[in-house]
């Protein structure tokens, strides 16, 4: 079969990280071009915008983007536009009406679309979902606590309006947590700490609830030394603990286990069964939550923040 003909948009931290890497071992998608403002790919046809790379390479069938949320929308609009299927970075629009309209708009171009929760492809996130499926949730703990400097060293936009600050990574933990839990989240009540310099919060806690049991989150942009990306579930049955960000499972009387990080190569083979069977997967509950979270949320302003 031929491979699908790629363009890649947003030439920054994660698609040097994961994406290239995915797409160079990948059987299904050829890198075709890129569209950046400033960076380009070694050997990779490159271009400005997405307007350019639309207009230079009209058979290119599929882009996937990279860039922050904030004007991905403009982005996903214009390739959807033209007929080219869209995989989109989480999250998958600044707002979830935005994200709405793209879903409609796909729909009418009938193109593919897809918005991605690398998060959801962790290794042990399935496993965890299949062992919580028969239990009754008693309590869930989520800890999301992260170094801005260390993981996202510069990038003003992520605590700028629409960068969703400490939820642009909470989101991960909200998108394992709406696919392993057998009832859906809502939002009960909130607190974000918003650095006096900065729109979005650097910290935050939140209290959902899933059927009758409570979800207690913390998110942190401050957190140095351990790196703390962690859900625990009490039930019935004993303790849960999904850690290292969905690659590590404990459950009581088992042996713990820990996955290889196939997120991203698990997202592109997933994109390419969307595009060769005419569908789309479009589910915002991570976005509807972190949203809502902002609805209710009482704010504090902290100390400003510098990189
Ligand atoms: P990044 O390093 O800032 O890269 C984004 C790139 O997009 C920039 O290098 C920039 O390249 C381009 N861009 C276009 N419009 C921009 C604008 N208005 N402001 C800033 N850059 C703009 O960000 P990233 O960490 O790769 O994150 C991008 C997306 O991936 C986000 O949605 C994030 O949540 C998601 N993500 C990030 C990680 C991670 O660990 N960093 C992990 C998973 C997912 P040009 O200047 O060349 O246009």
């Known amino acids: 079969m031929d491979r699908i003909k790629l363009g890649l948009v947003g030439i920054g931290k994660i698609a040097r990280d994961q ?62 536009a033209a007929g080219k299927h869209v995989m989109l970075e989480k999250p998958p629009a600044a707002t979830v009406s935005e994200a ?54 510069g990038q003003d936009w992520i605590l700028a309006a629409g960068g969703f600050g400490v939820f642009d990574p909470g989101i991960n933990a909200l998108s394992i947590a709406t696919r392993i839990l057998p009832q859906p989240l809502t939002v009960l009540a909130a607190t974000m700490d918003i650095p006096a310099n900065r729109a979005c919060p650097i910290a935050a806690s939140v209290r959902f609830r899933t059927g009758s049991a409570e979800v207690d989150a913390k998110f942190d942009f401050l957190q140095t030394g351990e790196q703390t990306w962690q859900i625990e579930v009490e039930t019935d049955a004993g303790l849960l603990r999904l850690t290292e960000g969905g690659g590590r499972l404990e459950r009581p009387g088992q042996p713990s286990l820990s996955g290889p990080d196939r997120e991203y190569p698990r997202l592109y083979r997933a994109f390419a069964e ?7 997967d479009v589910d915002l509950q991570p976005i509807q939550l972190v949203a809502d979270a902002f609805l209710v949320a009482e704010r504090r302003i902290v100390d400003p923040f510098q990189f």
């Open 274 to 280: 969307l595009i060769r069977s005419g569908q789309s």
């Open 100 to 153: 709405r309209t793209l879903e409609r708009a796909a729909h009418a171009a009938g193109v593919s679309l897809y918005a991605t929760w690398h998060s959801r492809e962790a290794g042990e996130v399935d496993a965890a979902r299949d062992w919580l499926a028969a239990r009754r949730i008693d309590v869930v703990r989520i800890r999301w606590m992260e170094d801005i400097r260390q993981w996202h060293p």
């Open 19 to 80: 994406h290239l890497p995915a797409i160079a071992a990948s059987v299904d998608f050829e890198l075709a071009a890129t569209a950046s403002r400033h960076a380009r790919v070694d050997g990779v046809e490159g271009h400005g915008s997405i307007a350019e790379l639309i207009a230079a390479r009209p058979e290119i069938d599929a882009l996937s983007l990279c860039t922050p949320p904030e004007g991905r929308f403009e982005q996903a609009m214009a390739a959807i």
